[in-house]
Structure formats: C-alpha cells, structure tokens
T-cell receptor, first 113, second 110 residues
Framework: DAGVIQSPRHEVTEMGQEVTLRCKPI?????LFWYRQTMMRGLELLIY????????DSGMPEDRFSAKMPNASFSTLKIQPSEPRDSAVYFC???????????FGSGTRLTVV | RKEVEQDPGPFNVPEGATVAFNCTYS??????FFWYRQDCRKEPKLLMS???SGNEDGRFTAQLNRASQYISLLIRDSKLSDSATYLC???????????FGKGTLLTVNP
C-alpha cells in the first residue's frame, strides 16, 4: 500500500498567486480530510469528504480556499489568491471511519512570500 | 475551554525514564480516543487507540477516565527514538471529524 500521497512536498509562491495542492487517498478509504498545521494553532480541519461529497467545510478559512474531489482517488485544495498568512503545512488524510483513526500523507509545506 | 487540551511541555527526560502525558477533552459526548505521534517535519502517525478499560502496547500504556474527561499516555523505559510530539485526539461520534490537541514535545536524552 502506497499510503496517502500528496504533492508537491514543498511550494513557495508569491502573494496573490494561485496554489493547488493535490492528494491521492488510500484505495478503499471513503473519507478524505484536509488539515492545516501551524505552530500557533496546531492541526485544524479545513474540510472533509465522504464518498467524494463534501460533508463539512466549516473549517475553510474564507472564500479564497476551495476543495474538490472529482473521484475516489484524487482531491485538490486550491488557494486563490494566496496570502502570507496561508503559510503552513497542509496535510491530507484518509480513513474508513473516524473510529479507526486517519492515515496522513507527508504534507505540503507552503510558503507564501 | 478548548476541545482538547494537553500538557504544554516540553518534556526532557533521560533514557530509561518513565514519562506520562495528560490530556483533557471538553465534550462529554466524545466516543473514540487516540494518541498520535509526530516526528519533526513529518506527518502525524497513529500510535494507539485508547479504550475504556485502558490498554497497553509494549512500553506504552493509555488510560481513559470518562468521568473526568481525561486521557493519559505512559511511556516506560524511554528510548531516544521516542523523541517526538505526542498528540491527543478525540472523536465526538456525531460526525467523522477527529479533533487534535496541540501536542506535547518529548525529548529523550542519552
């Protein structure tokens, strides 16, 4: 099993640019989660999907953030326009249900300058 | 009150020491509990689930006290490789979200 795969591993972009983060969940996992981690706030849930359908996006900071899951094997998190305060590590995780915990990808370290 | 609160740490202990981390959660409807481990600049990884009767996995023991809404993790005979941040995690049950504490940093010294 290849685990949860995220790309890119690192992203440095200028303020105002569009950023797209990608995630491939573990095959057979029907839940997909996007988290953001900073020193100040820890791990924050942004949005999660069940069977490709967004269930709860209450953690998405503002309209600049959007997420899609066009099929069971792919999801994107887009920030447009990006701002310096968006700098963080973004993790994707997948699961068969919260009772079993999540498996995280290796994350995307985003720096907006 | 935060949903999940942990000892702020950091904890610095010598090899072979026993160390305990504590965690409290605010929502009494919480149903599932976990400890995750996160190495520096890596992703969180599931260390162990926490069961009502308490459970042990080698040198690691997890305890749950639902009445006090309190979770603990005990590490015996600490190894250098145990150095990491330990995250307390709670699942409420009415949805599929896990809520993470901010973590406690452990450094085991030779």
């Amino acid at each position: 099993d290849a685990g949860v795969i995220q790309s890119p591993r690192h992203e440095v972009t200028e303020m105002g640019q569009e950023v797209t983060l990608r995630c491939k969940p573990i095959s057979g996992h029907d839940y997909l989660f996007w988290y953001r981690q900073t020193m100040m706030r820890g791990l924050e849930l942004l949005i999660y999907f069940n069977n490709n359908v967004p269930i709860d996006d209450s953690g998405m900071p503002e309209d600049r953030f959007s997420a899609k899951m066009p099929n069971a094997s792919f999801s994107t998190l887009k920030i447009q326009p990006s701002e310096p305060r968006d700098s963080a590590v973004y993790f994707c995780a997948s699961s068969t249900g919260a009772n079993y915990g999540y498996t995280f990808g290796s994350g995307t370290r985003l720096t907006v300058v | 009150r935060k949903e999940v609160e942990q000892d702020p740490g950091p904890f610095n202990v010598p090899e072979g020491a026993t160390v305990a981390f504590n965690c409290t959660y605010s929502n009494s409807a919480s149903q599932s509990f976990f400890w995750y481990r996160q190495d520096c600049r890596k992703e969180p990884k599931l260390l162990m689930s926490v069961y009502s009767s308490g459970n042990e996995d080698g040198r690691f023991t997890a305890q749950l006290n639902r009445a006090s809404q309190y979770i603990s993790l005990l590490i015996r005979d600490s190894k250098l490789s145990d150095s990491a941040t330990y995250l307390c995690v709670v699942h409420k049950g009415s949805n599929y979200k896990l809520t993470f504490g901010k973590g406690t940093l452990l450094t085991v010294n030779p």
